[in-house]
């Protein structure tokens, strides 16, 4: 990982999985302290982004909507594959992978 990336590691307990990289877009760096690269376990998507939440209180509201589904203005992706073309939040996270998150660019 690069210096100035301003990784924080600050994995969820219990879950046994690896840690996965997590890219935040400058948008969300405030709920982050300003880091824009964190790591957090889980096995899925989904789960690495729920630790994620569970590390970082607010993230979740910003990611997900009422249902739990990625909101439509998020961009999620493993691997430079973004999730909703793969197996959405229940894709596997392989060790060495990481998670972007990528805010949608509207413009006309």
């Not at 909507?65 to 996270?93: H, K, P, Q």
């Amino acid at each position: 990982m690069s210096s100035d990336t301003g990784a924080v590691g600050s994995g969820a307990a219990g879950s046994g999985a690896a840690e996965t990289a997590v890219r935040i877009p400058s948008q969300l760096r405030t709920l982050t302290g300003g880091a824009g690269e964190v790591s957090v376990s889980g096995s899925t998507v989904g789960e690495v982004l729920k630790a994620l939440d569970a590390a970082h209180p607010g993230m979740g509201e910003r990611i997900f909507d009422e249902s739990g589904a990625l909101r439509r203005f998020v961009n999620v992706f493993l691997a430079d594959e973004d999730v909703r073309f793969l197996e959405g939040l229940d894709t596997v996270v392989q060790p060495g992978q990481v998670i972007s998150i990528v805010p949608a660019v509207a413009g006309g």
